[in-house]
C-alpha cells in the first residue's frame, strides 16, 4: 500500500500562486507515475496534471497550461504542483494520486492509490 498526504491548500486572490505538496509513503519502493486531479463543487473529478516516474513525460489539462507546473523528486518521494496566475474557476479539492507503472496517464481510472485532498480557494 502507498499512503498519500497533500498539503499547501489555501485561500488565495486571484492571479496569485499556491504550491501543492504530496507526499508518498508505505510501499514506494518501484516506479510509479503521479497525477494530480480536482473536483469542485458539484462536478466531477477532473485531470489537472500529471508526471511519469522519470519526469521526462508531463501531460496538463487544457484549462491549467502555461500556468501549473508538476514536478517531483524521487528521492524524497514527493510530488508537486505549482499553480501560478490562480483563478476563480480553479477552487477545488485537489487529490494527489499514484499508479504502479512509470508511465503517465490523464486517466483517473489507471490510479491505484489517492490522497485525501487539500482545499484550494481562489477569490475574486
Known amino acids: 500500500q502507498v499512503q498519500l498526504v497533500e498539503s499547501g491548500g489555501g485561500l488565495v486572490q486571484a492571479g496569485g500562486s499556491l504550491r501543492l505538496s504530496c507526499a508518498a509513503s508505505?510501499?514506494?519502493?518501484?516506479?510509479?507515475?503521479m497525477g494530480w486531479f480536482r473536483q469542485a463543487p458539484g462536478k466531477e473529478r477532473e485531470f489537472v496534471a500529471a508526471?511519469?516516474?522519470?519526469?521526462?513525460?508531463?501531460y496538463y489539462a487544457d484549462s491549467v497550461k502555461g500556468r501549473f507546473v508538476i514536478s517531483r523528486d524521487n528521492a524524497k518521494a514527493s510530488v508537486y504542483l505549482q499553480m501560478n496566475n490562480l483563478k476563480p474557476e480553479d477552487t477545488a479539492v485537489y487529490y494527489c494520486?499514484?499508479?504502479?507503472?512509470?508511465?503517465?496517464?490523464?486517466?483517473?481510472?489507471?490510479?491505484?492509490?489517492w490522497g485525501q485532498g487539500t482545499q484550494v480557494t481562489v477569490s475574486s
Open positions: 494520486a499514484a499508479r504502479g507503472f512509470p508511465i503517465a496517464t490523464m486517466d483517473q481510472n489507471s490510479y491505484d492509490y
Open positions: 508505505g510501499r514506494t519502493r518501484g516506479a510509479y507515475a
Open positions: 508526471i511519469s516516474w522519470s519526469s521526462a513525460n508531463t
